[in-house]
């Protein structure tokens, strides 16, 4: 009898050993940057030599954390940037008192992490949650050869922004659920899911057209290119069980206004946010509400969300005009439509919303195809992680650059993280101060172009829900014909809107960005650190010194959203906390004043 065990189940150990790998990683993260560094219970190069004898015998770096109880956590650690992001090459060792090191795997590790924090009342929920990314994440990689497949082996796939938005078999890189999918059946979450290459139709319903709502721009020749009739109307395949069991969709059949169809029309594709759909031939990408909690949050279509949507893209057409003349560079992808049905004739008001929100869509102006052959569009967040080889993907696209300019890599990484850091900055903070509006150009919303030299040259923002107002350049008069509701929703106030705004785009975004580029070459780090000071600098100059961006350029903290205490505690994204971190801008350019 034969008891080797056989490639494929080697090949899925190892597998798990990656989804556990990065599964600790991000929990080791969120703890280091929520927790443990600002209370000061974290060396990032532990020098102790009461360490485990398998971590004092590589030349690496060592991490120790001191737990609250008066344990100790140890690791090895391949970098740690200025703003402690830390890439680590070990399992995590934890020494009690009086007890030997053991190592632990992120079941455990998170039920330590969990132990000293608030909520313990809800541990149980997030620790399943935990489970649950770690599991997906292994399922993704079984089977994600259909994604690599569609993204095509060589640097340049026929469809840069399909296949950077199917690359991200990992996830937030700091978030403790970056993969959570709660009541998802496997078949329908590998169906469905944008890591491994999934493709599929829409649910269609016959639907008797005064049922029909549109908002804004009229979307309806979209719905014909995809399902061919006037009288239907789509809904996404996870959202299709929630749908049918609804008393008002049951009513509205028996009356003959609704009939489900089943899957049918064009193919789409999901992009890194699962629930927008995307399809080359179309005018727009459509985000479909799915009640299914993704990372943080369920991610339906609340009612007001399409009106806010919509409202915001006509609020905001002249500022799209002002940053195409000021900033050519930089762009935001606006969403001039919405759909839905209106059932509120059979039953009442928050009856008809459940529906309302169900079949809601919003559509996202698509990049034509010209403008994708040309500018290659990728995700942010596709290029600042890593492949399923541990490669960093920034890393790789910085060195076929220096090979098309014929510099050394340092060299080739200043000018990319230059071209970038030019684009996003000088359209996030001039839309900031300029006009009040506060973007969220966190790694996913955040697409990237590229020249013939493979720099970033181009930056669009996406995503208007998470875009807000400040009320001091947009009082209440101005939005007075939005719902009171919907008008609530838009505003963030000066403070909430500097720290979202600061925490996205560098901390989330460039932060990540200079973690990848620096490739662990601490020299290389510090120059990237200071250029980003520079450009920061030359903003507050170009936009009047406003006293918030001065603070910053003078070493002010930087605010870091807490993903961990926000899952835990069960709050709404929006009313997320934040942790101060150091700032790691240092040199003359944070000391340059007028």
């Known amino acids: 009898m034969n008891l080797a065990p056989s490639t494929d189940s080697l090949r899925d150990l190892a597998l798990d050993g990656e989804a556990q790998r990065h599964a600790i990683e991000c929990l080791l993260n969120c703890y280091l940057r929520e927790y443990a560094l600002p209370r000061g219970e974290a060396d990032l190069d532990c020098r102790d030599l009461d360490l485990p004898m398998s971590l004092r015998q590589l030349a690496a770096r060592r991490i120790l954390i001191r737990l609250p109880e008066g344990g100790r956590l140890a690791l090895l650690v391949e970098r740690a940037s200025a703003l402690g992001r830390c890439r680590f090459l070990s399992a995590p ?217 919509v409202a915001l893209t006509e609020l905001l057409t002249p500022l799209m005009d002002e940053l195409a003349r000021e900033q050519p560079g930089f762009a ?28 809601g869509i919003l559509y996202r102006q698509n990049l034509d195809a010209d403008c994708r052959r040309r500018y290659r569009p990728q995700v942010a967040m596709a290029l600042f992680t890593w492949d399923r080889h541990g490669q960093s993907v920034a890393q790789a696209a910085v060195e076929r650059s ?50 013939a030299d493979d720099l970033p040259c181009r930056v669009w923002i996406r995503d208007l829900e998470g875009t807000k107002l400040v009320p001091e350049h947009w009082p209440a008069a101005r939005l007075a014909h939005l719902a009171e509701r919907t008008r609530a929703s838009l505003y963030y106030d000066a403070d909430k809107a500097w ?33 980003l000071g520079e450009r920061l600098d030359a903003q507050r100059l170009r936009l009047d010194d406003p006293p918030a961006l001065a603070e910053l350029c003078a070493g002010a903290p930087w605010p870091s959203k807490e993903n961990f205490m926000t899952r835990l505690l069960m709050r709404a994204d929006r009313e997320a906390g934040y942790t101060p971190l150091p700032s790691p801008l240092a040199g003359p350019a944070t000391q340059v004043r007028p």
């Open 402 to 451: 220096a090979g098309r300019l014929g510099v050394g890599y340092a060299e080739a990484a200043l000018r990319w993280f230059a071209g970038y850091a030019e684009q996003l900055l000088g359209g996030v903070l001039h839309c900031l101060f300029r006009r009040g509006v506060v973007l969220e150009p966190h790694l996913q919303n955040t697409l990237l172009g590229f020249d």
């Open 93 to 309: 060792y934890l020494k009690r008192p009086g007890q030997l090191w053991q190592a632990l795997g992120a079941a455990e590790l998170a039920r330590l992490l969990l132990a000293p924090l608030n909520g313990p009342e809800r541990h149980g929920e997030l620790l399943a949650q935990i489970d649950n990314s770690l599991q997906i994440t292994g399922t993704f990689l079984r089977h994600a050869r259909a994604a690599n497949q569609q993204a095509g082996d060589g640097p340049e796939p026929a469809d840069s922004l399909l296949a950077s938005e199917q690359h991200q078999v990992w996830g937030h890189a700091l978030h403790p659920t970056p993969k959570s999918r709660e009541g998802v059946a496997l078949d329908a979450l590998l169906a469905c899911s944008p890591e491994v290459g999934a493709c599929f139709a829409l649910h269609w319903f016959r639907v008797d057209p005064a049922l029909i709502r549109h908002q804004g721009a009229d979307p309806r020749a979209t719905l014909r290119q995809l399902g061919g009739h006037d009288d239907r109307y789509p809904c996404h395949p996870w959202e299709v069980a929630r749908i049918l069991a609804d008393p008002l969709v049951k009513q509205a059949q028996a009356l003959g206004l609704m009939e489900h169809l089943g899957p049918q029309g064009l193919t789409l594709y999901p992009t890194s946010s699962v629930r927008t759909l995307y399809h080359p031939d179309l005018a727009y990408f459509l985000k479909f509400s799915v009640h299914v909690r993704l990372t943080n949050c369920v991610r339906k279509n609340a009612w007001y969300e399409l009106d806010s949507a």
């Open 332 to 359: 935001l992808m606006p969403e001039p439509a919405a759909s839905t049905l209106d059932l509120g004739a059979l039953g009442s008001l928050e009856q008809a919303r459940e529906v309302t929100e169900c079949f």
């Open 499 to 531: 720290k979202r705004v600061v925490y996205c785009t560098l901390v989330n975004n460039l932060g990540e960005a200079i973690f990848h580029l620096a490739a662990g070459d601490e020299t290389l780090e510090r120059r990237l650190w200071r250029q």
